[in-house]
């Protein structure tokens, strides 16, 4: 079966970093667009960050200039490291894999949920002032 497994989040003061991991396993994600999802309880699960299968990268606006998504596909391991983490950024952090198609394009330029069919169950981020 697929699996998705996120680690690395924790709590850290405003202005520090973390680095989060996605190891995957089941799916030939190196061919795949992968991308980084965050929700805090009662909001909708937001778009951060996306791969394609070529490393041409895309980032939420609210994240831009923070945090940087790369992938290690001898691995199979996504990351997301975040700097600069602020308060906002507090959620739980989704890594997802789009099954069907290496790009990541949406139609609007935007990172969505219906691009992705496979997810992890996710890693707390908590960012205090």
């Known amino acids: 079966q697929v699996q998705l497994v996120e680690s690395g989040g924790g709590s850290v003061q405003a202005g520090g970093s973390l680095r989060l991991s996605c190891a995957t396993s089941?799916?030939?994600?190196?061919?795949?667009?992968m991308g980084w999802f965050r929700q805090v309880p009662g909001k909708e699960r937001e778009g951060v960050s996306a791969?394609?299968?070529?490393?041409?990268?895309i980032y939420s606006d609210f994240v831009k200039g923070r945090f940087s998504i790369s992938r290690d596909n001898a691995k199979n391991t996504l990351y997301l490291q975040m700097n600069s983490l602020k308060p906002e950024d507090t959620g739980m952090y989704y890594c997802?894999?789009?099954?069907?198609?290496?790009?990541?394009?949406?139609?609007?330029?935007?990172?969505?949920?219906?691009?992705?069919?496979?997810w992890g169950l996710g890693t707390q981020v908590t960012v205090s002032s």
């Open positions: 997802a894999i789009r099954s069907y198609v290496g790009n990541c394009d949406s139609g609007s330029g935007s990172i969505l949920e219906w691009m992705f069919n496979y």
């Open positions: 089941g799916f030939p994600v190196s061919t795949k667009c």
């Open positions: 791969i394609d299968n070529g490393g041409a990268t």
